[in-house]
């Protein structure tokens, strides 16, 4: 279990952690009716930066529009969300790189199962930035779980109770002895891990499946794709077959909470040497020194905070 620092952002103040609590009538705790998104706050030589955080606020704000929690646009604005960041961050001074997680919770109080012009509340906290997934060489199994599709709860929105789905898979996996799993579609294409996405070489070509593929638009996703783009690495984005997976002379997972990690073993099947690959380890280096503000291209990607 990762560590939880003791100050939370709660509705509009800061308060004990355990202060910052949902009542049971309420629709995010009855349905899962939250969104929430995760980044990574780190220690750089210039202080605290949070990594794309306008880019978080507005996935948070594509989420609630999917999903129809339409009071969150009317009273939270980028720079509003920006100084509550700021606010949880500065009252837990942390000494080390975290993840921050916001949430916005439905807190009406048994509304039935609708979502519009209903009470929120956010919510955001910290814990510690520890990985899902080892970074050593994860071995993954393809779940007996399928992905949700976009026309049952789409994978593009980070809603609170999609998440069932990936704790499901999780869970077969770690049952069956393995860090973690590949969620395919309705269609048996590779989608993403339980909770990061995923990416294969061969012959020197990244690819990636595509956002039509029941992924969660990833943020770190994308900024593999602008450093593949910005460094001429031939990158696609398509439909992928789990038996390209396996034949791959690559494959790494990347997400906030699972950095760039390489996959050692699919289904039982090693995946090129066992070993990192050039491409993940060349990648994965340039994207730890973008985190921790070394690299001054991506400098405009963090925020600082007090
Ligand atoms: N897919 C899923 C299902 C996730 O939960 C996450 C983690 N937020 C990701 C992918 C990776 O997204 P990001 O790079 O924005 O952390």
């Excluded at 509550?84 to 001074?93: F, K, M």
């Excluded at 949430?103 to 012009?117: K, Q």
């Excluded at 069956?176 to 579609?185: A, E, R, T, V």
């Excluded at 070509?205 to 029941?214: A, C, E, H, M």
Aim: include cysteine.
């Amino acid at each position: 279990m990762s560590r939880v620092y003791d100050k939370a952002f709660f509705g509009s103040a800061i308060v004990p952690i355990d202060q910052a609590t949902l009542n049971v009538t309420t629709s995010a705790v009855l349905y899962g009716l939250s969104i929430y998104t995760v980044f990574p706050v780190c220690v750089t030589g210039k202080g605290l930066r949070a990594f794309r955080l306008k880019e978080h606020f507005k996935r948070l704000l594509d989420s609630a529009r999917i999903i129809g929690i339409d009071t969150f646009e009317k009273e939270w604005t980028e720079a509003k969300f920006i100084d509550a960041v700021q606010q949880t961050v500065s009252a837990n001074a942390p000494h080390e790189d975290v993840f921050v997680r916001a949430t916005v919770h439905v807190n009406e109080r048994v509304p039935g199962t609708r979502s519009r012009g209903l009470a929120t509340v956010l919510s955001i906290f910290l814990y510690e930035a520890a990985p899902i997934i080892p970074q050593d060489g994860a071995r993954l199994k393809t779940s007996v779980w399928r992905r949700v599709p976009d026309y049952a709860i789409p994978s593009r929105a980070k809603v609170n109770g999609a998440y069932v789905n990936s704790v499901l898979a999780k869970q077969d996996a770690l049952d069956s002895g393995y860090d973690d799993c590949i969620f395919l579609d309705t269609e048996g294409h590779v989608c993403e891990l339980s909770a990061a996405n995923i990416f294969l070489v061969r012959g020197g070509t990244l690819i990636t499946p595509g956002t039509g593929s029941d992924i969660l638009e990833g943020i770190n996703r994308r900024t593999v794709i602008e450093i593949a783009r910005s460094t001429g690495i031939a990158l696609e984005e398509r439909t992928v077959d789990l038996t390209e997976l396996y034949v791959a002379d690559e494959v790494f997972a990347c997400g906030t909470s699972s950095f760039i990690a390489p996959i050692k073993e699919i289904d039982a099947r090693t995946i090129g040497t066992g070993l990192m690959g050039p491409l993940t380890a060349r990648l994965r280096e340039k994207h730890t020194r973008i985190l921790h503000g070394e690299d001054p291209e991506y400098a405009n990607l963090l925020t600082p905070l007090p």
